[in-house]
C-alpha cells in the first residue's frame, strides 16, 4: 500500500514529522470527490478553491491555533470563488 518510492520507516517518519497530513491527504480525496460528481465543481479551477481544516482557515487570517477554529475533525470548509461550502467526510464503520 505503501508508494513505491518510499519504505515503511520513510513513511513512518514523515507521519512522525507531519502528523496532520491525514487532514490535506482527506480535504484532496474530497475535492476529487467533488470535482467528480457536483455540476458546480466540475467546472472550477484549482484557484476557484480554497479548503479550510483545523489547521488551515480562510476566514481567519493565517495559519489558526487548532484551539480556536471551528472545524474540527472530518469536517471542512470550502469555498468555491465566494461560496462557502461544508463538507463533513463520512466515514466508514468496519464490522467485523
Known sequence: ???DFM???QYCELR???PNIDE???ATN???SLVQAVPIFKKATIDDLKVSTS???HLISGDSNPSMN???GHLY???LQDTPFIVEQKLQNCKN
Do not use: A, C, G, T
Open 1 to 3: 500500500m505503501l508508494p
Open 7 to 9: 519504505d515503511r520507516e
Open 16 to 18: 512522525r514529522r507531519q
Open 24 to 26: 490535506y491527504v482527506n
Open 30 to 32: 474530497i475535492i476529487r
Open 55 to 57: 489547521l488551515k482557515s
Open 70 to 72: 471551528s472545524l474540527e
Open 77 to 79: 470548509l470550502i469555498i
